[in-house]
């Protein structure tokens, strides 16, 4: 691990990449996976995230994890960066860290602990020796209020701790964490292109995509827009994506559970541009057909504005 190599690669655009199932939804489509991840470097991505949350984490095994990170590290060239996603208590992170880390990748992200009583003392706890075990670089991941300021705080003097994915819409928090924490972190946006231009200028050189699996070159467009100062051109961009991230966070016909068209607008956009989607496992639904009417009609909008986003 070289804390500040990685501390440099996360300031830049994450893509949060999705996994292609072949069509039963029986095994993980490893050479359309290895398609869409060499298309995507090719077009500018350098940093990596999968099994996260957009990579259907909690719907694949410990063995169809592995096997999607490792092809992340085959599919891309020397320059990219690839940090798995893990969650589980610590011997489980830690066995699935190893694994990632004989496959090459360079660190893990780790999600919160699905766990419905926490303290916060033994969140730290937690979170250290996640530290203490691992070779690799970590990332910690603040995705409600279950990650308190304080143990980020606490964390952040770690050398292995390289960044915080912030997935929190609330930058008055955010720029309190960045401000109180003393360690040397990159700062990620991790609620993506919509709220880009406020987290940077609270702190944040870098954010995450969704998106960017269907629209890298429009997702980049926007990130060297911010990067340059180009606050006009990047605020046009962030507005022409707003409607498929508001689309993300809709509940999905028949539904009432926040966020559940989140991975299937992005597996059906990537079906669109010409990448490899394809279906969902449970427990989410595919898009159904007044789904993908919007989001043809917002891709479209976005070619016909931008040119090819893919």
Known sequence: MQPQRLRRNFESVAFTTAVPFTDDRSEVDTAALADNVERLYDRGARLFIPCGNTGEYYALT??????????????????????????????????????????????????????????????????????????????????????????????????EVV?????????????????????????????????????????????????????????????EAIENGHWERARTIQRSLRPLEDLRDSPGEGSTVAGGNNVPVVKYGMDLAGFRGGPVREPLVDLDSRGRERVERHYDRIEGTFGNPA
């Open 62 to 159: 410990d063995e169809e994890r592995a096997a999607v990170v490792e092809t992340h590290v085959e599919a891309t060239g020397p320059e990219a960066t690839v940090a798995g996603g893990v969650v589980g208590n610590v011997p489980e992170v830690s066995r699935l860290a190893s694994t990632y880390a004989d496959a090459g990748a360079d660190a893990i992200m780790v999600m919160h602990p699905d766990h419905t009583y926490v303290h916060e003392e033994g969140l730290k706890t937690y979170y250290h020796r996640i530290c203490d075990e691992t070779d690799l670089g970590v990332v910690l991941y603040k995705r409600g209020r279950d990650l308190p300021r304080g143990v980020i705080v606490d964390l952040s003097e770690r050398e």
């Open 163 to 223: 960044a915080v994915k912030f997935g929190v819409a609330d930058v008055k928090e955010f720029a309190q964490t960045v401000q109180d924490a003393d360690g040397e972190l990159t700062w990620v946006n991790g609620i993506a292109e919509r709220y880009a231009l406020a987290f940077a200028v609270e702190g944040a050189s870098g954010y995450t995509t969704g998106l960017g699996n269907f629209l890298p070159r429009t997702t980049l467009a926007l990130y």
